[in-house]
């Protein structure tokens, strides 16, 4: 039995979601809840492409490198062979002359012997520094009884005496016989190798007296 005034017919439940349009509307492209930083535009920009001027910067460093080697290479001054500057005694001669006339043509790395006065040249065949022979030079003031001296010697002559004058990174070094007279100078290329320095030594020992080590 039902009472009068009552409605025993079903109700529907209740849906909360009916009034949430949120959670109860579908989400599409324009619902979706952002998540982006803000400020990613101000710190990278909104182009991810690089600027004219920043494409310039990094076109005209390496040319700037590349410039400043060219430059550098320009400006630094040629190798300096020491031997040139040595001072001559004045007493070469004959002595002298016989030595340049005895010394080998060529040596391996070089071009043909020129003799010039006192001296006799060897052409470097690439870019390295000339081979040079000087006869009749100064002794070396630096020459003491505590110096330091290069025994060489050639296939079947007696040693030669040769006293470092001069050393110039990555080029060379140069000697001064002085053991013989007159004193003989020679400028090794640091490509040269032992073989001209040895040949020398042994015509040296042919060609000119032997004299006693004067430290002066």
Partial sequence: M???GSDDTPQDPVDD???DPVAGAPAGDGDAVATEDPTADERYGADSRLSPALIATLVAIP???????????????DAVNPVESYAADGSASADCTRLLEAVPQTFEGFGDKEISGDRATWPADGSGDDLTLRCGVTRPAE???TSNLQ????AGQAGVQWFITDTVDGSGQ???CVDHRPYVAL?????AGNGPITDISGLIDQTLDRGPLDFG
């Fill in 143 to 145: 020459l003491s009884p």
């Fill in 151 to 154: 025994e060489i010697h050639a």
């Fill in 174 to 176: 140069a000697y001064v």
């Fill in 187 to 191: 400028w090794v290329p640091s490509n």
């Fill in 2 to 4: 039902t009472s009068a």
């Fill in 17 to 19: 979601k009916a009034d």
């Fill in 63 to 77: 040319i700037m490198v590349i410039a400043g080697f060219i430059a550098f290479a320009a400006l630094r001054p």
